[in-house]
């Protein structure tokens, strides 16, 4: 299993950008059942959740990042979305997808894409 995470940038404060994350070597059932999120780590600080989809609790997001941020996935193209919208200058860092595995609890990262929103 391999997560390849991109979409990362430089973008003003207010603008928007839109990350995905591909997940490879991973069958359409495990994909379907898993549990998968963006996190995320500012400089100097611990990473944290953003948002997350759970075949248990559903869709989950930050209070920082409720109503701006959209997580979504594509079944089809093993891929996760999250479209970051009147993004703020506390919103930079880098961004790692995450897949916990339901069939065996084995989590995978992807490497990190970085965000930076100016003032």
């Known amino acids: 299993v391999q997560l390849q995470a991109f979409g990362g940038g430089l973008v003003q404060a207010g603008g928007s950008l839109r990350l995905s994350c591909k997940m490879h070597g991973v069958i359409l059932s495990t994909f379907t059942g898993a549990t998968m999120g963006w996190y995320r780590q500012a400089p100097g600080k611990v990473r944290e959740l953003v948002a997350q989809?759970?075949?248990?609790?559903?869709?989950n997001y930050a209070d920082s990042v409720q109503g701006r941020f959209t997580i979504s996935r594509d079944n089809t193209k093993r891929t996760i979305y999250l479209q970051m919208n009147s993004l703020k200058p506390e919103d930079t860092g880098d961004y790692f997808c995450?897949?916990?595995?339901?069939?065996?609890?084995?989590?995978?990262w992807g490497r990190g894409t970085q965000v930076t929103v100016s003032s």
């Open positions: 995450n897949l916990l595995r339901i069939e065996d609890r084995a989590q995978f």
């Open positions: 989809l759970s075949p248990s609790t559903g869709t």
